[in-house]
């Protein structure tokens, strides 16, 4: 039966389900205070991988079904979805491969470096040549044994003590989230910027049903005491020649190169914050390390971007619940930094609960 729904929230988790519903037929419109670039979802680095979010038996579900539709969007370049490769690396110890990443042609990379397995040249039986993630080659085998890449700058290929790779979708935030919007257009929906609720009954009593899409805005709106604000702050550069492969390091100090086609992000934070100020220090850090691992001059910093990642202790919230005014809200919020890796799969979810 068709209905009227309002979604509070326009970052990727709001602008997914609104397609979904909207796409079914429901007469649906968005309310959100920010919109597009301006929201924390348009900050995002927007790699597939399910980070900063919980319960892991809840979360690769749900990011393993929006993976299989990023994977179709990928083939319609107008969508900016694309595959990439991702090297994920640990400077602590032996990194763990998990199942889910295993299913998806996960493989362990042999050399604490940024350099992949890939053959691209022989010399010899023992003697084969891989591809470093700036496309200059190196010798590796037993020519270079477990030494450092020689075209890595000093320290950086003892950064890393193990790794793996594997093929994820990548969204161009600045294109993805403009496409989102105009299948809502194409759909019939409406979108109002500016909104502003103390409390989700304020939501136009006209409106059948809510989905609450608020991600951090959560915490007051539903006075939700586990939310966490998880501040992350990145620097834009000019595109990197040759970087083909996002790099990225979850120890800390957390690193991350995600090359986009027209300019390459830098990371990262994680802080328990709300402070949407642009840090300098910050920014010297990150682009201190990514310059050192990726052994690149420094960049010019196009712009500086700061996101709440909205952490939920307890774990996503995707539940059906009811207002005081007896109006139904399915619940879809404290993605933490994995709103665009779950974004599909929890508003499939959302709206299973509707009936």
């Given at each position: 039966?068709?209905?009227?729904?309002?979604?509070?929230?326009?970052?990727?988790?709001?602008?997914?389900?609104?397609?979904?519903?909207?796409?079914?037929?429901?007469?649906?419109?968005?309310?959100?205070?920010?919109?597009?670039?301006?929201?924390?979802?348009?900050?995002?680095?927007?790699i597939?991988?399910?980070?900063?979010?919980?319960?892991?038996?809840?979360?690769?579900?749900?990011?393993?079904?929006?993976?299989?539709?990023?994977?179709?969007?990928?083939?319609?370049?107008?969508?900016?979805?694309?595959m990439?490769?991702?090297?994920?690396?640990?400077?602590?110890?032996?990194?763990?491969?998990?199942?889910?990443?295993?299913?998806?042609?996960?493989?362990?990379?042999?050399?604490p470096?940024?350099?992949?397995?890939?053959?691209?040249?022989?010399?010899?039986?023992?003697?084969?040549?891989?591809?470093?993630?700036?496309?200059?080659?190196?010798?590796?085998?037993?020519?270079?044994?477990?030494?450092?890449?020689?075209?890595?700058?000093?320290?950086?290929?003892?950064?890393?003590?193990?790794?793996?790779?594997m093929?994820?979708?990548?969204?161009?935030?600045?294109?993805?989230?403009?496409?989102l919007?105009?299948?809502?257009?194409?759909?019939?929906?409406?979108?109002?910027?500016?909104?502003?609720?103390?409390?989700?009954?304020?939501?136009?009593?006209?409106?059948?049903?809510?989905?609450?899409?608020?991600?951090?805005?959560?915490k007051?709106?539903?006075?939700?005491?586990?939310?966490?604000p998880?501040?992350?702050?990145?620097?834009?550069?000019?595109?990197?020649?040759?970087?083909?492969?996002?790099?990225?390091?979850?120890?800390?100090?957390?690193?991350?190169?995600?090359?986009?086609?027209?300019?390459?992000?830098?990371?990262?934070?994680?802080?328990?914050?709300?402070?949407?100020?642009?840090?300098?220090?910050?920014?010297?850090?990150?682009?201190?390390?990514?310059?050192?691992?990726?052994?690149?001059?420094?960049?010019?910093?196009?712009?500086?971007?700061?996101?709440?990642?909205?952490?939920?202790?307890?774990?996503?919230?995707?539940?059906?619940?009811?207002?005081?005014?007896?109006?139904?809200?399915?619940?879809?919020?404290?993605?933490?930094?994995?709103?665009?890796?779950?974004?599909?799969?929890?508003?499939?979810?959302?709206?299973?609960?509707?009936?």
């Amino acid at each position: 039966m068709k209905k009227r729904i309002a979604v509070v929230g326009a970052g990727v988790s709001g602008l997914t389900a609104a397609v979904v519903l909207a796409e079914r037929g429901h007469d649906l419109s968005i309310f959100a205070e920010a919109i597009g670039q301006s929201t924390t979802s348009g900050a995002a680095a927007a790699i597939w991988f399910p980070y900063d979010a919980e319960p892991a038996d809840k979360v690769i579900p749900w990011a393993l079904e929006t993976y299989k539709v990023l994977v179709d969007l990928s083939r319609d370049p107008p969508s900016g979805v694309s595959m990439i490769e991702l090297r994920q690396f640990s400077r602590a110890g032996e990194i763990q491969i998990p199942d889910w990443a295993r299913s998806l042609g996960a493989r362990r990379l042999h050399h604490p470096s940024i350099a992949t397995t890939t053959s691209v040249a022989t010399g010899s039986p023992r003697d084969e040549f891989v591809r470093s993630a700036t496309g200059r080659i190196r010798p590796t085998g037993e020519l270079a044994g477990l030494r450092p890449a020689p075209n890595l700058a000093e320290g950086a290929g003892d950064s890393f003590k193990s790794g793996f790779v594997m093929t994820v979708p990548l969204m161009d935030t600045t294109i993805y989230l403009d496409y989102l919007r105009e299948r809502l257009t194409k759909a019939g929906a409406a979108i109002h910027a500016g909104a502003r609720f103390k409390a989700l009954e304020d939501v136009d009593p006209t409106f059948d049903l809510v989905i609450n899409c608020a991600g951090f805005g959560a915490k007051t709106l539903v006075h939700d005491a586990d939310l966490e604000p998880h501040r992350g702050q990145v620097a834009i550069i000019p595109k990197i020649d040759n970087l083909t492969s996002a790099v990225v390091c979850d120890d800390a100090p957390l690193m991350y190169a995600i090359p986009r086609p027209h300019d390459c992000i830098l990371g990262g934070t994680n802080e328990l914050s709300q402070d949407l100020v642009v840090d300098a220090a910050s920014t010297t850090r990150i682009v201190a390390e990514c310059t050192r691992v990726l052994q690149i001059d420094n960049p010019r910093v196009l712009a500086e971007r700061v996101g709440i990642r909205p952490f939920r202790k307890s774990g996503v919230c995707v539940e059906r619940d009811c207002l005081r005014d007896g109006r139904t809200v399915i619940h879809n919020y404290g993605h933490g930094g994995a709103g665009f890796t779950l974004s599909w799969g929890c508003a499939r979810e959302a709206v299973s609960l509707i009936s």
